[in-house]
């Protein structure tokens, strides 16, 4: 799957780009005086192979959760419980993520694939989630078994499903990457592959834009890892606070990201290796999701660290996929500006965020949607009958 996926990503299509640059000289307004929204808009017309673009609509957060073996470093001082107790939270309804993305018409899957607690099946705060088995995502399942009617996203201007919980746990956790590898390379290519199948499941039950989600006490350590691993900055450079943690955790965070850099020395050039090496599930999960929205030309609106990380992985597997990935926010982790620059990418908000969750990626989407609407609905200057300078 994963390498039929890479396959199928290409370049975006220049005829659709110069369609759209085009069409933006002749609207009425001043050309250049949308700013970064009118290269947007160029973006995707070029992944969509088609000016304008189809609307970034109906919108599916997608979040992946996982736990760390790194965890045990004392990286943190959250307990690893809080991971599985906050899937419970957005299942029913009371995380930040959910009120954004009640605000923005968004739908919310959850997506439990490397969860150190067995969850509840049904859970027990959450009687209205859906709740899926892992065999539900083999590659021969129809679309319908893993999104039910309920679970499809929402049209703009009605109301999202409920939160809705996917059980594709690949392993309890990941090692610990300062003791040995996080992942054997087959169970990374497991999660990556399970999120090509989630982008795929999402795609075809109607969303036209995916949002990374995440949750994983200890998850902004790998991620660290990752991106000082693909950018070859150092551990000092990757490493942020993650939940905010006291100085002295801090330096001892930023060791624990250099000792495991130490011992694995992952190769770029090998990017599952480096996601089995120092990645977590959700990281590899994200990648994925990437790669399979990527595939099918349906762009990715990134979230924070944990995402931009992910999206560093995707990108060395696949380097087109880039053109499917627009920068929700940057996070005040130092590691995410770090992959944002070596992706090529400008956030398209800046509001010192840093919870994860899909946060940042939902304020942003109104951005993205105005950017495409843009297109489609702004006159011409002849149409209009408005005189041009």
């Given amino acids: 799957m994963l390498e039929t996926t890479i396959a199928e990503i290409g370049p975006p299509d220049p005829v659709a780009m110069t369609a759209a640059r085009d069409l933006q000289a002749r609207l009425t307004k001043p050309a250049g005086s949308l700013g970064a929204l009118e290269e947007l808009s160029v973006r995707l017309a070029g992944l969509a192979g088609v000016c304008p673009p189809p609307l970034p609509d109906p919108a599916a957060v ?24 906050m899937i419970g939270n957005f299942l029913a309804g009371g995380a930040v993520v959910n009120a954004f993305a009640r605000q923005a018409g968004a739908s919310v899957t959850v997506v439990d694939v490397g969860v150190a607690a067995p969850l509840p099946f049904p859970p027990t705060d959450a009687p209205s989630a859906e709740v899926l088995s892992g065999d539900d995502l083999s590659t021969d399942a129809p679309s319908a078994a893993v999104l039910s009617g309920d679970a499809v996203p929402a049209p703009a201007g009605t109301s999202p499903a409920p939160p809705r919980l996917l059980d594709a746990n690949v392993r309890r956790g990941t090692r610990d990457m300062t003791v040995t590898a996080a992942l054997t390379r087959d169970e990374a290519r497991a999660a990556v592959e399970t999120g090509i199948r989630v982008a795929g499941e999402l795609i075809d039950a109607g969303a036209g834009v995916l949002l990374t989600g995440d949750m994983g006490i200890a998850n902004t350590t790998p991620a660290a890892a990752l991106v000082a691993a693909f950018t070859g900055v150092t551990a000092e450079a990757a490493t942020g606070r993650g939940t905010g943690v006291d100085d002295g955790t801090y330096r001892h965070k930023v060791d624990v990201v250099r000792t495991a850099l130490d011992r694995h020395r992952p190769d770029p050039a090998d990017p599952l290796g480096v996601l089995a090496a120092v990645g977590g599930l959700e ?48 996070s005040a982790e130092p590691g995410a500006t770090v992959a944002l620059r070596h992706l090529g990418l400008d956030p398209l908000v800046d509001l010192g965020l840093r919870l994860g969750e899909g946060t940042g990626a939902l304020l942003a989407l109104p951005v993205v949607v105005g950017a495409v609407r843009v297109l489609h609905e702004v006159a011409t200057f002849d149409a209009a009958g408005v005189s041009e300078k």
């Fill in 62 to 85: 997608a979040i992946f959760a996982g736990d760390h073996g790194v965890h045990a470093q004392r990286v943190t001082p959250w307990p690893q419980e809080v991971t599985a107790q």
């Fill in 283 to 330: 990281h590899a999960a994200l990648a994925g999701l990437i790669l399979g929205a990527a595939a099918r030309r349906v762009p990715v609106l990134l979230d924070g660290v944990t995402a931009v990380s992910a999206a560093l992985a995707a990108a060395a597997l696949a380097p087109d996929a880039v053109g499917a990935m627009v920068a929700g926010h940057r």
